[in-house]
C-alpha cells in the first residue's frame, strides 16, 4: 500500500507580496520533496486567484475560509493588499486575526480525520497561529519571505518601542549594536509615526510575542550571507531559524502567476539581444512602489544624460491612479519617449516587465531597484550589481545592508519623497556600471555572492548546499516532534 503523504498546512497574509512568497514555498516543497503534500489556506478571492496560477500538474490543495471585509469596516471584496489604499493595509491585518476560529478548525478536522498535519507555515503577521498550533500540538514555523537582517531589524524595531527617547536622526536599534545604526530616513512611514500608541504598534505588540509559541522561523535567505540577521533572530527568539532560499517562483511558473504574457517576454528579449554584453541599466521599484512625479522626470533626465542602454518599468506617478495610462507626454521631459525609442537606446515597459528575463541576460549590467527581497535575491542569482532606491517597509534596510554589509550595492536614493538630483544619478550610475575601481569592486563582490548562493543550493549526492541542509533540518525537526506525539498517543 502507498504511504500516505505528510501534509504541510500553508497560511499566508492576504497580500500579493507574501501570498507569491508562500506559493514559491509550496511549490519549491511539493517538487523536491514527494512525501509531502500541501494544503493552502487563505480566503475566498485569493483562493479563487489562486487557482488559476497553480501550474496544471501541481496537486497544492486550495482551501478557502471565509472573510467577509465590509464586516470590518473595509471596501466590499477586499481581501487583498492589492486592491486596498497605503492606510487600509493596517485595517486589514486587524480583521486578518477574525480569521483564528476558521483557521482553528481547518486543522481541528484534519486532525478529526486522523490525518494531523505534520506543520503549519504561516505568515509574519500571524502571530496568533503559534498559539492555534501549540494548542492543537502541532509543530510551527513562521515564513518570511524577506531576508534575516531585514526581518532582525523590523522585529527590533517594532519590539522595543516606544523609540521616541531618540532625539538625533540617527539610532542603533537594541541588541545589533553598529551594525543596525538607523537613519530616520531608512523608516517607513508607519515606523516613523510609531509611538507605541498607534495602530501598528498595537498590532506589532501582540503579534510578535506570540512568536514565542513557534518552533522556529523558515528564512527565505542564504546563511553564508545573512549572518548578523540569522544570529540575532537565534538568540533573541531562542527559536530555530532555517535559512533556505532562495526560494522563488521559477521562469515557468511565474507564467502560471500571470502579469507575463508571452508577448512582452519575446519583445523584451529580442531588444536585449540586440545590445552589448553588459551594457543595460534595468529600473524597476517592485510590483507595487511608484515614484513622484519630479522624481520621475529627474530619473529620466539622468537616464538620457549617462547615455545608457536602459529598460525602464514605468507606472503614473504617486498621486494618480496606479491603473490609468501611462502619459509619458505629461510625466516624462518632452520629447523623451520618442528620442529613446528612435536612438533604440530605451525601453519603457508599461507597468510590468518579465524580469527575471531581463536581469539573467547577458546585456544586463545593474538595477536600479526599490531593494525589495525577491529582487534582491533574482539580482544576486544573476550577478547583477544594485542600485539602491528603498522605498517602503523592510527594504530600508536591505538596501543598508546589501551596500555596507555585502559590497553588492550603491545607494542612490531614500523613499518617496525625497528630492533626488539627475546628476547624483547619474554619478551612482557610472560609478557602477563603468570601470570604476568602485564599479569593479562591487563586481567582483556580486561574483562571490553568486556563487554563494549555487553553492547553497547545490543538492548532489554528498554536496548539500546550506539551504538544501537546511530545509532538510527543518522536515526533519517537525517530522520528530510529530513522532514524540504520536509514540505518546501509542503508549
Ligand atoms: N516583478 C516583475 N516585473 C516587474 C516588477 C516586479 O517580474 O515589472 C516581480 C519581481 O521579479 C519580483 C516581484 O515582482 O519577483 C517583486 O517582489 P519584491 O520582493 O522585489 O518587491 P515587492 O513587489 O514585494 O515590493
Redesign the pocket.
Known sequence: MAQSKENIVMFPFMAQ?HIIPFLALALHIEQRHKNYSITFVSTPLNIKKLKSSLPPNSSIDLHEIPFNSSSHGLPPNSENCDVLPYNLVIHLLRASTSLKPAFKEVISSLINQGRPPLCIIADIFFGWTCGVAKELNVFHAIFSGSGSYGLACYYSFWTNLPHNKVTSDEFVLPDFEEASRIHKSQLALNMLEADGTDSWSLFQGENFPAWVNSNGILCNTIEEFDQIGFIYLKRKLGLSVWPVGPI??SLEN?ANAGK?GGTSIKFCKEWLDSKDENSVLYI?F????TISASQMMQLAMALEASGKNFIW?VRPPIGFDINSEFRASEWLPEGFEERIRDSKRGLL?KN?????EVLSHRATCAFLS?C?????L?ALIHGVPIIGWPMAAEQFFNAKFLEQEMGVCVEVARGKTCEVKHEDVVAKIELVMNETDKGKEIRRKVSEVREMIKNAMKDEEGCRGSSVKAMDDFLSAAISMKNKINGRVNN
Open positions: 507580496g522563488l517562483l511565474r507575463e524597476s517592485g510590483s507595487m512602489n518599468v515597459m510590468w516587465a518579465p524580469q527575471l526599490h525589495g527581497w525577491n529582487s534582491v533574482e
